[in-house]
């Protein structure tokens, strides 16, 4: 009995299929086991890739740091720049007061000679009474004061010496020029009132006038600043 063709075909043709199958599945064997790494080498990985993920962790916080060093000290600076401009601005304004630095601004200007007329002998004028209208102009309002361009401070005295007026350590004789920077009017009016200091000098002699001035520029003071006695007070 012959086998039909058909079958014959079919049976070769599922022989050559099995055969090409086991031929790939021997030939992915060595291929797979290239492929798989060995389980100590992958554990060895990721302890490296652990490692690499702290080092990164640990630039970005020093990164961080760095950052916000680099805002402090930019604050650090502006705040010191602030210092600095507050105390520059206290130290001219200390300055200012102290008289050690030139001034300018409106003000009077006092003269004050003696005088004398049908032979009678003029009046001397005496350290009290220049010291006495210096007085009166800083109780008007006077912020500075100078005296024949001697700047006159707190701390200035006044007394006699012969026939000058030792005024500070500057020896002076009339006539005398007394100029004060301050609101003119009120300086003027102050000088003026009646039964007042200069009121008293013209009475007994002294000639003194009073001019307001729109621009009066007074010299620095220039003499020492020396304190013998006085120290700065504890704090409470």
């Known amino acids: 009995m012959r086998t ?20 790939q599945w021997h030939a992915g064997q060595p291929l797979r086991a290239q492929v798989e790494l060995p389980t100590p080498r992958i554990q060895q990985l990721a302890l490296l890739l652990k490692r690499q993920e702290e080092a990164q962790g640990a630039l970005e916080a020093e990164i961080r740091q760095l950052r916000e060093r680099a805002l402090a000290y930019e604050r650090a600076v502006v705040e010191g720049k602030g210092a600095a401009e507050t105390m520059a601005a206290e130290l001219a ?7 050690l630095v030139p001034v300018e601004g409106p003000g009077v200007e006092v003269r004050l000679r003696s005088q004398g007329a049908g032979g009678v002998l003029p009046v001397q004028i005496r350290a009290a009474d220049l010291s006495g209208l210096v ?32 005024v500070g ?34 009475s007994i002699g002294l000639s003194v006038s009073v001019q307001r001035r729109p621009h009066i520029r007074l010299e620095a003071y220039r003499g020492p600043l020396l304190f013998r006695y006085a120290r700065p007070a504890p704090g409470p």
């Open 169 to 202: 350590a500057v020896a002076m004789r009339p006539p005398f020029v007394v100029a004060a920077i301050g609101e003119p009017l009120v300086l003027q009016t102050a000088l003026r009132l009646r039964g007042g200091f200069v009121e008293g000098l013209r």
């Open 4 to 23: 039909p063709i058909w079958r014959a075909g079919l049976a070769a043709f599922l022989l050559l299929t099995g055969f090409l199958a086991a031929s």
């Open 93 to 99: 304004q200390l300055r200012l007061v102290l008289g």
């Open 135 to 166: 007085n009166e102009l800083w109780s008007a309002g006077a912020e500075a004061v100078a005296v024949n361009g001697v700047r006159i401070l707190s701390t200035t005295g006044f007394r006699d010496h012969a026939d000058d007026v030792i």
